[in-house]
């Protein structure tokens, strides 16, 4: 049987987009203590969300513990300019910014950076990227184990170009984001409980779930971008939710559903949240997470 899921520490950021990329150089020196010199952009990121949820974590944080990043669009930015300077330019990238350019550097400096000894996966897809790396940390858990898991998504500028590689409205709202939760199996110092995460062929499938697992009564919804307004009301009355819990407009990417978990932890306005996000092909996933007692 699969452990439960405690979350020890939560951390929900995101930089609202603009004329270009958050400077996060002092923030990052001053959250870890230490500067890292050669890192582009995606891995600063990374590393400040990561080093901000350990920050304000219960529990000690285990050398073995696990690095999970999620992406959905990963280091969009440098492969776009290397791109345009292979092939446009017909000129080789500087060497630097070609070995930082993989997703999987951005978890390895977070674990380096933190001295762990363990796995360290990065997930990039289009649709329920950190729901399926929340699952992953749960299967591969055992008695005692930790995780980090994080859903990291930044924006390549100029903005009007970005929007329109991933499909968006020229007036969509964007920020860059770097969400992250510290979990593990024992229940000793958390302040939630991963409930279960769902995959789901339709929504049919998913409220069969939901009148079989019972929410609890103070619970509160939230909709990824693929729930619009229509669908997440709907939603709603079919399970019998009241509340929704809006924060559409903080994050994109599938960092979204890491934020949304991390700022309801940090906000308890409830007593639990259900997370639901829709992909291009009516596919489903949905989180649920409950708030445990304050100390």
Known sequence: MRPALYIYGAAGRAWPAGDGPPDLKEE???????????????????????KSCLVGSRE?????????????????????????TIFKGRESPMPLEFLNVPNNMAGFYVAQGLGLRS??????????????????AAFNMSAGDQALVGGVDACAYPLDVHRRRLGLAAEAALAECSSWLHVGTAAEGASARCEWVGFFPHRG?????????????????????????????????????DEHYDCRATAHGDAHCAHAIASFIAGRRAQALLYVDRDPGDRYAAVCVSLTAPD
């Open 119 to 136: 796995t360290n996966l990065t997930l990039a897809h289009r649709a329920f990227a950190f729901e399926s790396a929340l699952e992953l």
């Open 205 to 241: 499938g998913l409220l069969v779930h939901l009148e079989e697992t019972h929410l609890p009564g103070d619970v509160r919804l939230a909709g990824g971008r693929g729930m619009d307004g229509a669908r997440l009301a709907a939603l709603a009355r079919a399970a019998g939710i």
């Open 60 to 84: 000690p944080l285990n050398p073995d513990c696990e690095v999970y990043l999620a992406t959905e669009h990963g280091n969009v930015a440098d492969v776009a300019r290397i791109t345009e």
């Open 28 to 50: 990052l020196q001053a959250t870890w203590g230490k500067p890292f010199r050669r890192v582009n952009h995606f891995i600063e990121l990374a590393l400040v969300g990561a």
